[in-house]
């Protein structure tokens, strides 16, 4: 996934576990892994923390796709949900679009919390002039117990636009390029309530 909803890793010391992959109709993958963890690694020392994580991906045309992704780590009473869906595009060769929104529900810790995560990159990937745009927020509260998410509460912003240029083979200047890059990165609840 674009950010890493799914990272198996996160079990550690599985005592029972199985997978599942494979493509349906030709043009649908699915992938589904269940395990069980070691009980030191609960949050008690004496629950058995629980995975399920499921992703199904959908080719669309020749180059795009559309996926749906599931996760849960249940730990006795506590327990952290994600779903989320992502989807690229590609036209024209140069050109795409990948977007990601997620939310995540996190249980048993006093009171239920649920969080948002987004992201969209638009790109062009041309020979003589490049372009890449993207926007990500990441609320602070939002949880991926079998992902990884390395900062959250955190929004940003790229926007870079690259100008080549190409000169005769051998000659003293044979490709030239340079950027123009604007970068932001604000507080994820500052941005939100409009600062």
């Given at each position: 996934?674009p950010?890493?909803l799914?990272?198996?890793r996160?079990?550690?010391a ?8 494979g ?6 993958n699915?992938a ?9 690694l609960s ?17 669309v ?21 994600v ?9 024209r060769d140069?050109y795409?679009?990948?977007m ?6 996190t249980?048993?810790?006093g009171?239920?919390i649920?969080?948002?995560l987004?992201q969209g990159?638009f790109a062009?990937?041309g ?5 890449r745009?993207?926007v ?7 949880r ?21 240029t190409?000169?005769?083979q051998?000659s ?8 123009v890059?604007?970068?932001?990165t604000?507080?994820?609840?500052e ?5």
């Amino acid at each position: 996934t674009p950010n890493n909803l799914i990272y198996t890793r996160r079990v550690v010391a599985p005592l029972a576990a199985t997978k599942i992959t494979g493509k349906v109709g030709g043009r649908t993958n699915l992938a589904y892994l269940a395990a069980v963890d070691d009980a030191s690694l609960s949050a008690t020392g004496d629950d058995h923390p629980v995975f399920n994580i499921l992703r199904v991906q959908r080719d669309v045309g020749t180059q795009s796709r559309a996926a749906l992704v599931y996760t849960d780590r249940i730990d006795g009473s506590r327990s952290n949900r994600v779903i989320g869906s992502d989807a690229r595009f590609v036209w024209r060769d140069i050109y795409s679009l990948t977007m990601q929104g997620a939310l995540s529900r996190t249980a048993g810790i006093g009171s239920d919390i649920t969080a948002p995560l987004w992201q969209g990159v638009f790109a062009r990937a041309g020979r003589r002039f490049g372009m890449r745009y993207t926007v990500r927020g990441v609320d602070p509260n939002f949880r991926a117990a079998a992902g990884f998410i390395s900062r959250t509460g955190v929004a940003s912003g790229n926007f870079n636009h690259q100008v080549n240029t190409y000169g005769k083979q051998g000659s003293a200047l044979e490709r030239w390029s340079s950027d123009v890059v604007i970068d932001g990165t604000w507080q994820y609840d500052e941005l939100m309530a409009g600062g």
